[in-house]
């Protein structure tokens, strides 16, 4: 469970470099990755006045965000705040739209690149950490070489507090902070699909042989799976759930790269896709891809069923490896998905009509300039996790334990990509699949973001928190990322303001400043009025509770042929402004196509019908914010409020939350 080495990149030797001449700077805050947390933790810490520093060991900036997952996985809109928030704005904005959750690669990266440019936090790209000093329980200094080679001076640089937004978690294990790999026995804290899981999703069919020779043991396994034996459920092991790219193709011939043989391509390796199909036969692409069409022609494409953009197994050693040996596991990566994509393109054993579709597709010459238009980041969906103050689990997951120190919150399933391959009573199968859902929002703890108190005092680690394998597959997506980021980067300031261990912030100091200036840059927060707010929300006639994919745990619903019901959101502390008015609308089968609602301020009153019949939901969502016009509040103490009814509605309504956002929120930097 522990690991202390004072963990160095090997590729790098600390003696030939400290000959090379050093280059020292000083700041409040340090933060290592320029993920989408590292970009939200130094926006949130600059504008608040601290001298800031993102480095990163690559050229791209925000992660996974920039780096081909544009269709954002969300859970429940409810967990994304703050910054967080407004990047999802800002894409919705690029788009013509409110909020929005899908979005190309170039269009992340250039609202990343904006953050930076709009704060005084510096940005060094190119540099790769070496060495961290501490004194005591406090890092002193991290010392940077550059990426290009050993003969530039090292970067070393001073902070009062440092931060791990990496994916990987490497300043904190070369701090000395205790981390876990792997997936933990389920015994280690009671849980029940952490370890070893042989479940159906993302499964092959039974009969696939796995033999070179079929049916012949002697002649060796294909390509792609372990020689080892099944372990029992729930085993712990030091396995890592499968990495792969999450690829932008496109089909707009003016903008499209042919898909060809790519380096180190062998189509040995594709053997087991051919057997599948065997048994399950080609349909579509979606067979083999789970295929989510982008904006302007393009694709966010991942995994999908046994034998697909995983290469399960191909990444165990990743996590602890020197620089040189994890751009090799990326380049097998690289090399590996591009050469499916030409298999399923180009192989006579691919239906004609399959290799047709596949040609329609090629990399975008708008994506990934400098990369040849490929993605330069691999989705390290899991690495090192720390252990920290608090290890979030299971339990925490589904509701059996709820933390009270939170600075974040979580809405996904449990989620595990499969994490080994291997034969099974004579078979081929994937291990390590979870996908369990069912439970609401649940806070995560401040205690999972710090280390213990005992290793470091002045780190922060937003994204390899402190969490079982298991809690961090919910856990880990990017809108928490950044959440997470951000409160980080709140508790940061306070550290450095009260001369304090992390530690010992106080969690409602942080809470209050989120509450107060969620935007981070003194923008007007938004009023937003829950219908569980029993002071804010007034009800006549019979509402039901409903906890279906709304924002937030619960809502509640009724319908006219009960009677009128009404639901009216007072807005009683809303600042004198004009504002867009928005109501959340969870749709279900039983959702009414319009009903009539009345917006309401001082004199100023307006009774409309909501249309929903057209509206359109995208991403992995049900659920979305509808606009019901513009309010201008003329005076503090006016009378507002928005009201929607059932009257004359053909079906189920929705009485969710409400929502006030300044009409200037995306037009001030």
Request: proline residues 4%; negative net charge.
């Amino acid at each position: 469970m522990k690991h202390f080495k004072s963990y160095l990149f090997t590729l790098l030797c600390v003696g030939m470099v400290v000959t090379s001449q050093s280059q020292t700077k000083e700041y409040d805050l340090c933060i290592y990755g320029g993920t989408s947390a590292g970009v939200v933790a130094a926006y949130t810490a600059s504008k608040a006045g601290k001298s800031v520093i993102l480095v990163d060991p690559g050229q791209m900036l925000g992660g996974l965000s920039s780096g081909g997952l544009g269709q954002t996985d969300i859970g429940n809109k409810y967990v994304v705040r703050g910054l967080a928030l407004d990047f999802y704005r800002k894409i919705g904005k690029h788009y013509g739209g409110f909020e929005q959750w899908i979005f190309e690669p170039k269009v992340a990266e250039g609202l990343f690149k904006q953050y930076m440019e709009n704060c005084e936090a510096e940005m060094h790209h190119g540099q790769l950490l070496l060495d961290v000093e501490k004194n005591g329980t406090d890092i002193k200094l991290v010392r940077f070489q550059s990426v290009d080679g050993l003969e530039k001076p090292v970067m070393v640089v001073k902070a009062k507090v440092y931060m791990d937004c990496t994916y990987e978690g490497d300043l904190f294990a070369a701090a000395g902070v205790s981390y876990h790999i792997g997936r933990e026995a389920n015994n280690v804290y009671g849980e029940t699909i952490n370890g070893v899981q042989l479940m159906k999703g993302h499964q092959f069919p039974d009969g696939v042989d796995p033999y070179v020779e079929r049916g012949n043991a002697a002649s060796g396994l294909l390509w792609g799976i372990r020689d080892g034996e099944l372990q029992p459920d729930g085993t712990g092991d030091k396995k890592v759930q499968a990495y792969n790219f999450r690829i932008a193709l496109t089909n707009v011939p003016e903008n499209r790269v042919p898909i060809t043989q790519p380096d180190n391509y062998d189509p040995s390796r594709y053997e087991l896709l051919r057997r599948q199909k065997e048994i399950q036969p080609w349909k579509a692409l979606t067979d083999v891809f789970i295929w989510s069409l982008m904006p302007n022609g393009k694709t966010d494409i991942n995994n999908r069923n046994g034998f697909s953009t995983d290469m399960i197994g191909a990444n165990w050693d990743y996590p602890e490896a020197d620089y040189k040996r994890r751009q090799e596991i990326i380049k097998a990566h690289e090399d590996y998905t591009k050469g499916l994509l030409y298999f399923v393109g180009n192989d006579l054993s691919v239906p004609e009509f399959i290799r047709k579709q596949m040609k329609e597709w090629g990399y975008p010459k708008d994506e990934y300039v400098d990369n040849g238009h490929w993605s330069p980041q691999l989705y390290i969906r899991e690495a090192r996790r720390m252990v920290g103050e608090l290890v979030m689990t299971q339990h925490h997951c589904q509701g059996r334990e709820i933390v009270d120190d939170e600075v974040g919150w979580a809405a996904y399933t449990m989620d595990s990509h499969n994490c080994d391959r291997l034969v099974v009573n004579g078979m081929v199968k994937n291990e390590g699949n979870v996908e369990v859902g069912g439970f609401p929002p649940f806070p995560i703890a401040y205690r999972s973001i710090v280390p213990k108190r005992e290793e470091v005092t002045n780190l922060l680690v937003p994204v390899c928190l402190s969490a079982s394998h298991i809690a961090f597959g919910s856990i880990r997506m990017e809108p928490v990322f950044m959440v997470l980021g951000q409160s980080a980067a709140v508790a940061a300031c306070l550290a450095i303001d009260g001369r304090i261990p992390v530690q010992q912030v106080d969690v409602n100091s942080i809470k209050a400043e989120l509450a107060a200036n969620p935007k981070a840059d003194g923008r007007q927060p938004d009023m937003i009025i829950s219908s569980t707010d029993k002071n804010a929300v007034h009800f006549t006639g019979t509402w039901k509770e409903s906890n279906r994919k709304g924002y937030g745990p619960t809502y509640v619903e009724a319908n006219s042929d009960v009677g009128v019901s009404t639901a009216r959101f007072v807005a009683s502390d809303l600042k004198p402004g004009s504002y867009h008015v928005y109501t959340y609308f969870p749709k279900t089968s039983e959702s009414a196509s319009q009903f009539p609602y009345m917006l309401a301020s001082g004199e100023q009153v307006s009774e409309k019908i909501l249309n929903l019949s057209e509206i359109e939901i995208k991403g992995q969502t049900s659920s979305t914010w509808v606009s019901l016009g513009e309010l201008h509040v003329k005076a503090e103490g006016n009378e507002t409020f928005v009201e929607l009814s059932t009257k004359g509605a053909d079906g189920s309504v929705a009485a969710n939350a409400v929502l006030f956002v300044p009409v200037d929120d995306q037009t001030t930097k």
